[in-house]
């Protein structure tokens, strides 16, 4: 593992190898994700019925998530007991059980093997010996708890009980999305050629949103009256960033369509209903960005509600995935509205493109300067808390508290013996 220096304990400073290393993406894969955190897999609504199924991942290893006939949802490494093939190679579907192409090999629902073909061979010859035991072979099997229809996974024994992790801020944000039965509206896809933490800095960063998504701008559509903050869970490894309208805002939730055309550049929108607001929580909560450690976003951008999953695919590349839902009580107007919303979102969305561009020009020009390091500095150095407002990079070095952590760097191999010295509680060996 090269020698990669920390130069302040506090995390406003990241060297850049973070990025690019080998060493590190491969420790992350066991250090992070199949080390003690719960992972995001997908939402209940996705598979409703027993036999029903979904794939995924966590980090790179690829997980089935089956719901067996009991109603009993099962989360499963997706490779075959026999010689390690992809046993389900479709992202979703319902089965009686799960069979892998190659030999056949059947798997129950919760990834109990249940047969092998030609088991006493052909003519006597060949087959399976005497003493080979079915009921002792399945599938890799993960913890898994569900919270309000959210399904997480962990690969450990070490990890705390979910509500634990998610600490009561969050337990309140996922209470508030998924208050009623939930309706899943479609899927986006988007490629990103950059290290997976860079999303995690993008996501966790609310200072860039007035300056890089230029949307809002063009059109004058920023709200002076929009108040906002961000907010943690007592270790500030998951993040809440949120905005809200001041009580002078009219129209009571982010109704933008009644604004002139821009004074800085002429342009004006000829129809502006993919922003009208429509009020559907209690409170007068605009816009959400949730994310939770390692790789899970949620959303609510106006009406527009998601899930992100990031999906990594080796150091210099990630994937996201986006879920769509809205509520089972949405008439039908509400649903073509949400979907109208999602333009805001995703690989082409107005105010969501230029993150995966943002990701990816950080990705390639400090990739030449692994020596170097990010300065994270905005919203106050020192003690990671919650800010009031939104110009602020806390949330980013709550992430790299976290992960430095697990990480546990080792001393020789590199130079985080020095962070180590310096993190209260970490002895350099
Ligand atoms: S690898 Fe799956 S049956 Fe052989
Ligand atoms: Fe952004």
Same mark, same amino acid.
């Not at 192409?101 to 090999?105: A, D, L």
């Not at 821009?262 to 002429?266: K, N, V």
């Not at 407002?389 to 990079?393: A, C, D, R, T, V």
């Given at each position: 593992m090269r020698t990669v220096s920390w130069p302040k304990e506090d995390f406003s400073r990241i060297p850049y190898a973070m990025y690019h290393d080998e060493d590190v993406y491969k420790r992350e894969q066991e250090r992070i994700f199949r080390g003690p955190t719960w992972n995001y897999l997908g939402l209940e609504a996705e598979l409703p019925n027993p036999g029903d199924y979904i794939t995924t991942v966590i980090g790179d290893t690829p997980i089935i998530v089956s719901r067996d006939q009991q109603g009993k949802v099962h989360a499963m490494?997706?490779?075959?007991?026999?010689?390690?093939?992809?046993?389900r190679r479709e992202a979703f579907g319902n089965t009686a059980d799960h069979t892998c192409?190659?030999?056949?090999?059947r798997f129950s629902l919760g990834g109990q093997l249940l047969s092998v073909p030609f088991p006493h061979g052909a003519k006597g010859e060949g087959g399976l010996p005497p003493d080979f035991d079915k009921s002792t072979i399945r599938l890799e099997a993960l913890r898994v708890e569900i919270y309000k229809g959210v399904i997480f996974a962990t690969f450990s024994d070490a990890t705390e009980p979910l509500l634990e992790y998610l600490d009561a801020p969050v337990v309140a944000e996922i209470d508030r999305l998924f208050a009623k039965k939930i309706r899943i509206l479609g899927y986006q896809r988007q490629r990103i050629f950059g290290n997976w933490k860079l999303y995690n800095d993008n996501v966790r960063d609310p200072n860039h949103g007035g300056l890089l998504h230029m949307f809002f701008a063009t059109f004058d559509l920023i709200r002076l009256s929009q108040v906002g903050g961000a907010k943690g869970d007592r270790r500030h490894r998951h993040n809440i960033s949120y905005s809200a309208l001041g009580e002078e805002a009219a129209g009571g939730q982010g109704n933008y369509g009644d604004t002139q055309k #821009?004074?800085?550049?002429?342009y004006r929108l000829r129809d502006t209903s993919m922003l009208q607001g429509r009020r559907e929580f209690p409170d007068r909560v605009t816009l959400v960005i949730l994310s939770v450690f390692p790789g899970a976003v949620f959303q609510q951008i106006s009406n527009s509600l998601c899930t992100r999953q990031i999906r990594t695919r080796g150091v210099n590349e990630m994937e996201l995935y986006w879920t769509y839902f809205g509520f089972e009580d949405d008439d039908e107007s509400m649903t073509e509205h949400r979907l109208l919303q999602s333009?805001?979102?995703?690989?082409?969305?107005?105010?969501?493109?230029e993150d995966g561009e943002a990701v990816e020009i950080v990705h390639k020009a400090s990739a030449t300067s692994q020596d170097a390091h990010a300065r994270l500095e905005i919203g106050g150095v020192g003690e990671i808390r919650d800010s009031k407002?939104?110009? #602020?990079?806390m949330p980013v070095r709550g992430f790299w508290s976290y992960y430095h952590e697990l990480m546990d760097f080792p001393a020789s191999a590199s130079a985080s013996a020095q962070v180590a010295a310096q993190v209260p509680g970490k002895a350099a060996a």
């Open positions: 490494v997706n490779r075959c007991m026999h010689r390690g093939a992809t046993l192409v190659y030999h056949q090999w #821009s004074s800085l550049t002429g333009n805001l979102c995703g690989p082409g969305g107005y105010i969501s493109m407002n939104l110009i #602020s990079e």
